[in-house]
């Protein structure tokens, strides 16, 4: 197991606050669950807690930005997506400032706390606004190389995290796609911390003797449709996992690259079907929703029939 | 010969006396209402309200540089209330920042003078708005970046009463209050009527004053006259008169301001002004104007 991505995330943070004077960070009082209290503690004049206020947070962030400054907001993921959405989209991305948006609690990751704090509608939300960056980590390692992309650049990026440790993928130099295990029989694209399950799926597949290529594709937009449309020419079947609703996210990012540029294969998507979901252990959780090793293996063999 | 606002124009950088501010918002107000006519598109009654707030401020008050809209020491100002739109952009065109012939271009394809202020389009608009109750977050981060840089600029943000009836204005009430930073004000444009009614019929606000100072701001212990300079110069100077932050200044203000037709009315908050309307109102206008230049 790696380190969970919140702790990854804050140590980077307060990390980076050393040599990026024009980092700040506002949290919404959960900077002890979001872990960007890291930087609080080393940075204190550089750190705002405003409170359970997701909207006026992302704001004042925004004030900051239009003055030189880069702020990192921090807050469950749910709620930065949707009490913080007019604010993120009138404020942050109309006028292309440099806000992070670090969306903490991703996915089923709150999965004790149930419906209301689980972020499955994220993705869509933030990856439909104009000059939004869309990343989702899959591991600790992902997370903070977003973190770093994400400062380099100079307009908004959405970062969603996860709460829990997750295995470690294997690393890459940046944030990107990674081709973690090859082969020619059918394409897993797994978003986040599915990369992991895809994994262990491919490891299943080959016990039957079908050679799954899995790569986990963290960055939904810009999305590397170069890369995905790369390893199906190979394979001719392409299975997306992700761990969000299947309606805008990133199944749906992929299949309009696809169809626009006309790119045919045998195709299937795992996500959360249109319902909500409910408290529980992670991984169990999870499973009922479909990301698990076993299904996506399933999934993936039903593709290649 | 007399003084007009075309020599006082010709010299926008300035600090302008009371009277003089008085006859440039004159002026500005036949300047709104010929271009929100001509383009048969735009909000009259909030610009006519918040016509001496904002020439107050841009004349009188401001540390600006038209030459250079985004001095990173200059004050800011945000119009919370976007749809005044086009008060801004006239007080904004005749400091300098862009052309006052580009006024026609109001709301037309292409245009930067986009329908609520876009600050990546047009010189001069320290932060878009348009989406109601932004603007006290907004002016809030800008007002702690300059504490945190130890720059003295100041912020202000104009609302009217849609902002406040926004439940992100109270937020950003209460988080100012908390981390309270110098040179930061809020200016309530107060003319009592919103959209579909009059405050109390939408959503009565008061005792405004004393909300305002539960939740923890400095607010000055008069209502001003919004539309009299002489009271916009005394509010500054009580502006200035401690070191106690967040500040806030209600104005007592009348929406439509200026035409008799218009004043008060909640229809005025969006119409169009059709050419009846237009020819009565333009006559009241300018012989306001011809006074105000006359007492010069």
Request: glycine share 8%; with cysteine.
């Amino acid at each position: 197991m790696s380190m969970a991505m919140r702790d990854a995330f804050g140590s980077k943070l307060a990390e980076l606050g050393a040599t990026h004077p024009e980092l700040v960070v506002l949290d919404a009082d959960v900077s002890s669950s979001t872990k960007s209290a890291l930087f609080g503690k080393a940075f204190p004049d550089r750190f705002y807690n405003v409170g359970v206020a997701e909207g006026n947070m992302v704001d004042i962030a925004a004030g900051l930005a239009t003055c030189g400054y880069h702020p990192v907001v921090n807050a469950f993921s749910i709620f930065l997506a949707l009490k913080g959405t007019d604010q993120i989209r009138n404020t942050v991305c109309y006028n292309n400032l440099p806000v992070i948006i670090a969306g903490a609690y991703g996915g089923l990751s709150d999965s004790f706390d149930g419906a209301s704090h689980q972020a499955i509608t994220d993705i869509a939300i933030m990856r439909a606004l104009p000059n939004m960056q869309v990343i989702v980590p899959g591991d600790a390692a992902q997370a903070q190389q977003a973190l770093e992309y994400a400062l380099t650049q100079k307009g908004p990026v959405f970062i969603r995290l996860n709460r829990n440790p997750m295995p470690d993928l294997p690393s890459a130099s940046e944030i990107g796609t990674v081709c973690s295990v090859e082969g020619s029989d059918i394409t897993i694209a797994a978003n986040g911390i599915t990369a992991s399950y895809a994994n262990k799926a491919a490891s299943l597949l080959a016990k039957e003797g079908i050679k799954a290529e899995v790569l986990s594709v963290p960055v939904v937009k810009p999305l590397d449709v170069e890369s995905l449309k790369k390893s199906v020419s190979k394979t001719g079947a392409l299975l997306c996992v992700e761990e969000h609703v299947l309606m805008g996210g990133f199944a749906s990012a992929v299949s309009e690259a696809f169809m626009k540029q006309g790119i045919s294969c045998r195709f299937d998507a795992i996500g959360i079907e249109d319902t909500f979901t409910e408290s529980g252990p992670y991984e169990p959780l999870l499973a009922k929703y479909g990301i698990s090793a076993e299904n996506i293996a399933m999934r993936a063999k039903n593709l290649c029939k | 010969m007399n003084t007009s606002v075309k020599d006082l124009l010709s010299q926008p950088e300035r600090t302008f006396n009371a009277k003089e501010l008085a006859a440039l918002a004159a002026y500005f107000r036949v300047v709104m209402f010929d271009t929100l006519h001509d383009r048969g598109t735009g909000h009259w009654g909030g610009s006519a309200s918040s016509a001496e707030l904002t020439t107050s401020l841009y004349f009188n008050r401001m540390n600006i540089k038209a030459e250079d809209p985004t001095w990173e020491d200059r004050d800011r100002l945000i119009l919370s209330k976007g749809h005044a739109s086009m008060n801004l952009y006239t007080v904004l065109a005749h400091r300098g920042f862009f052309p006052v012939e580009e006024l026609s271009t109001f709301r037309k394809l292409d245009s930067r003078l986009q329908g609520h202020p876009c600050m990546n389009k047009l010189p001069g608009v320290d932060m878009s708005t348009g989406a109601l109750g932004h603007g006290l977050s907004v002016g809030l981060g800008m007002a702690l970046a300059a504490k945190l840089s130890g720059k003295s600029f100041w912020t202000y943000v104009i609302t009217g009463e849609g902002c406040l009836n926004e439940g992100q204005s109270w937020e950003a009430l209460m988080s100012a209050a908390k981390f309270k930073p110098e040179h930061f004000v809020l200016m309530v444009d107060y003319n009592k009527v919103q959209l579909d009614g009059t405050e109390e019929q939408i959503m009565p606000l008061g005792p405004l004053s004393d909300k305002l100072k539960s939740f923890g701001w400095n607010v000055a212990p008069t209502a001003y006259d919004g539309n009299n300079t002489e009271d916009m110069l005394a509010s500054f100077a009580w502006m200035d008169s401690d070191d106690i932050w967040p500040k806030a200044v209600i104005y007592d203000t009348i929406k439509g301001k200026g035409v008799s037709f218009t004043e008060g009315k909640n229809a005025w908050h969006g119409a169009v002004i059709d050419d009846a309307s237009y020819a009565q109102g333009i006559v009241e206008l300018t012989s306001d104007l011809h006074q105000k230049e006359a007492a010069l």
